[in-house]
Protein backbone atom coordinates (compact mmCIF):
# COMPACT_ATOMS: atom_id res chain seq x y z
CA UNK A 1 0.00 0.00 0.00
CA UNK A 2 1.83 3.00 -1.25
CA UNK A 3 1.90 5.82 2.03
CA UNK A 4 0.93 8.82 0.52
CA UNK A 5 0.80 11.37 2.97
CA UNK A 6 -3.03 12.07 4.10
CA UNK A 7 -4.20 15.63 3.83
CA UNK A 8 -4.39 17.71 7.09
CA UNK A 9 -7.75 18.92 7.18
CA UNK A 10 -10.57 18.84 4.98
CA UNK A 11 -10.73 20.60 2.22
CA UNK A 12 -14.44 21.20 2.51
CA UNK A 13 -14.95 21.91 6.21
CA UNK A 14 -11.36 22.14 7.81
CA UNK A 15 -12.00 19.26 10.03
CA UNK A 16 -8.92 17.89 11.21
CA UNK A 17 -9.79 14.04 11.31
CA UNK A 18 -9.53 13.10 7.52
CA UNK A 19 -9.77 9.66 7.01
CA UNK A 20 -7.86 6.85 4.69
CA UNK A 21 -9.91 4.98 2.64
CA UNK A 22 -9.05 1.68 2.40
CA UNK A 23 -10.59 -0.36 0.08
CA UNK A 24 -10.60 -4.77 -0.02
CA UNK A 25 -11.63 -7.07 1.78
CA UNK A 26 -10.40 -6.19 5.11
CA UNK A 27 -10.23 -8.80 7.67
CA UNK A 28 -12.15 -7.86 11.48
CA UNK A 29 -8.45 -8.22 12.50
CA UNK A 30 -6.65 -6.44 10.27
CA UNK A 31 -9.04 -3.25 11.37
CA UNK A 32 -7.40 -2.88 14.37
CA UNK A 33 -3.16 -2.84 13.14
CA UNK A 34 -4.78 -0.40 10.01
CA UNK A 35 -6.31 2.08 12.77
CA UNK A 36 -3.03 1.89 14.65
CA UNK A 37 -0.99 2.56 10.91
CA UNK A 38 -3.48 4.97 9.48
CA UNK A 39 -5.26 6.99 12.53
CA UNK A 40 -8.67 6.67 10.80
CA UNK A 41 -9.76 4.45 8.49
CA UNK A 42 -12.76 4.62 6.41
CA UNK A 43 -14.19 1.37 4.10
CA UNK A 44 -14.71 2.23 0.36
CA UNK A 45 -15.60 -1.27 -0.44
CA UNK A 46 -14.46 -4.15 -2.11
CA UNK A 47 -13.61 -2.43 -5.55
CA UNK A 48 -11.52 -0.18 -5.90
CA UNK A 49 -11.15 1.94 -9.54
CA UNK A 50 -8.49 4.67 -11.33
CA UNK A 51 -10.47 7.87 -10.01
CA UNK A 52 -11.78 6.83 -6.92
CA UNK A 53 -11.30 8.70 -3.72
CA UNK A 54 -8.89 8.51 -1.56
CA UNK A 55 -9.62 10.05 1.77
CA UNK A 56 -13.36 11.02 3.81
CA UNK A 57 -13.99 13.59 6.37
CA UNK A 58 -16.44 11.88 8.99
CA UNK A 59 -17.22 15.29 10.03
CA UNK A 60 -19.15 16.03 6.75
CA UNK A 61 -18.90 12.94 4.58
CA UNK A 62 -17.08 15.01 1.83
CA UNK A 63 -14.43 12.28 0.27
CA UNK A 64 -11.78 13.64 -2.03
CA UNK A 65 -8.75 12.74 -4.05
CA UNK A 66 -8.27 10.34 -6.41
CA UNK A 67 -6.71 6.89 -6.96
CA UNK A 68 -3.88 6.02 -9.66
CA UNK A 69 -2.30 3.14 -10.53
CA UNK A 70 0.46 3.65 -12.43
CA UNK A 71 1.73 -0.22 -12.29
CA UNK A 72 -1.72 -0.76 -13.67
CA UNK A 73 -1.20 1.03 -17.18
CA UNK A 74 -0.91 -2.01 -19.47
CA UNK A 75 -0.09 -1.66 -22.69
CA UNK A 76 -3.44 -2.21 -24.84
CA UNK A 77 -1.39 -4.36 -27.14
CA UNK A 78 0.10 -7.14 -25.07
CA UNK A 79 1.61 -8.61 -28.61
CA UNK A 80 4.04 -11.43 -28.19
CA UNK A 81 4.62 -12.81 -25.21
CA UNK A 82 7.94 -12.93 -23.89
CA UNK A 83 10.66 -15.42 -24.97
CA UNK A 84 13.30 -16.47 -22.12
CA UNK A 85 15.06 -18.29 -24.92
ZN1 LIG B 1 -15.27 17.71 6.11
Same mark, same amino acid.
Given at each position: ???????ANCPK????? $?ATILYGLIP??? $??????????????GCCVGEG????SCPDCRHRWGSMHFPDLD???DDGDLIDFD
Open positions: MDDKPRPCGGSR $VESA $VEPLSEKYGSISFGDPEWLPE
